[in-house]
């Protein structure tokens, strides 16, 4: 399966990742697995990591259709994208879904992106109160294949 996803416990973090040949078919399965899931649907920060794809075969129009849907979402969200097209993808979703540029990102490297994501979750919680990372270090995580 090219796109698997878990919820880190420690961090409280979504962790999507795609790997290979990705097409339209397979993203909406991946929407409509993570709509079901728990943390998702309470709005926790999600990475999502495209490094490992060797193709894409998603259209313009899904990623529209899905970015509409996203727009009420609160998620933050950083992509990973090294490659230009998935890269360029991100950004089509992110324009449609975020046009404030508030809570949504896409990088080439993965360390900008953890550094972006830390911040925004900070942020978050320094306006809303407690610790996200009170479970930290707890190394549970909860792995599941979409």
Not at 67 to 84: D, G, H, K, L, Q
Not at 102 to 120: D, N, Q, Y
């Amino acid at each position: 399966m090219p796109f698997s996803f878990h919820f880190d416990e420690g961090t409280k973090m979504f962790h999507v990742q795609a790997v290979g040949a990705v097409n339209d078919l397979q993203l909406m399965d991946l929407n409509n697995r993570l709509h079901r899931e728990p943390a998702f649907i309470a709005c926790c920060p999600i990475l999502c990591d495209f490094t490992g794809v060797t193709e894409v075969l998603i259209s313009s129009s899904v990623i529209e259709s899905l970015a509409e849907a996203a727009r009420s979402r609160t998620n933050f969200v950083a992509v990973i994208a090294p490659c230009a097209v998935a890269f360029g993808l991100a950004r089509m979703y992110q324009i449609i879904s975020d046009p404030e540029d508030a809570r949504i990102s896409v990088f080439a490297e993965s360390k900008e992106a953890l550094v972006w994501l830390g911040t925004k979750c900070a942020a978050r919680q320094s306006t809303v109160g407690g610790n996200p990372r009170e479970s930290e270090g707890t190394g549970k995580a909860i792995q599941r294949a979409a």
